[in-house]
């Protein structure tokens, strides 16, 4: 009996040590976390004319109700045509990140073709893409890789910026991210990138307007 009892003690104490030792690796974390919540002000895909201004509209946080601290990374060159990416980043208590993203055109004047239309890649299936104006210069691609066919996930925003030039920057589509590099365009003709996604291989693709 007194050996029973001994033992009971024994396991009675080393569950009160485990449970310390918990409480020390568990000490200072919240049992709830609230994901950082980003919310844009203002536009998220904006353009604006070479020599013209780009004031940023900022951005909102939240953790859960309570308001907290954005980091903004990127500028925008209103003298340079391009695509520019304002890159914000918000962090809880317990150092969840959130990202959110403004993308900036900077439009030449020399970029006046209007680019609409369908699209064929040359190789691979031969999948067809469809180019729309959303306003002004920013255009959406719903086939960015020529794909057979495409799902909501790969249709990507991209600018027109200059004389033979597009620019497609990182975004985050419907279950997915897309980015493309080496991007140019003959007005009328064709147009070509490189997608950068893990389930796309690194060659470039051209697109011939049918």
Not at 75 to 91: L, M, S
Not at 122 to 144: P, W
Not at 156 to 179: H, M, R, W
């Amino acid at each position: 009996m007194k050996k029973g009892l001994k033992l009971i003690l024994i396991a009675l104490t080393l569950f009160a040590a485990f449970s310390c030792e918990e409480d020390k690796v568990t000490e200072g974390i919240s049992s709830i976390t609230y994901y950082p919540v980003i919310t844009l002000k203002g536009e998220q895909w904006n353009q604006v004319p070479v020599g013209g201004t780009f004031t940023d509209p900022g951005v909102t946080a939240k953790e859960g109700d309570k308001e907290i601290e954005v980091k903004a990374n990127g500028t925008v060159d209103t003298k340079t045509p391009g695509v520019y990416v304002i890159e914000y980043t918000a962090v809880n208590k317990d150092g969840y990140s959130s990202i959110e993203y403004r993308y900036v055109g900077v439009i030449s004047a020399a970029a006046t073709a209007d680019i609409s239309g369908s699209y064929k890649r040359n190789a691979g299936v031969f999948g067809v893409s469809k180019v729309a104006k959303v306003a002004g210069n920013l255009y959406t691609a719903d086939n960015v890789g020529g794909v057979a066919v495409p799902s909501p996930g790969e249709t990507v925003y991209f600018y027109y910026f200059d004389k033979g030039k597009i620019g497609c920057p990182y975004q985050l589509t419907s279950g997915n991210a897309f980015e493309c590099t080496t991007a140019s365009i003959k007005e009328g003709v064709s147009y070509s990138w490189v997608v950068i996604n893990p389930l796309f291989g690194t060659a470039l693709r051209t697109f011939v307007k049918q």
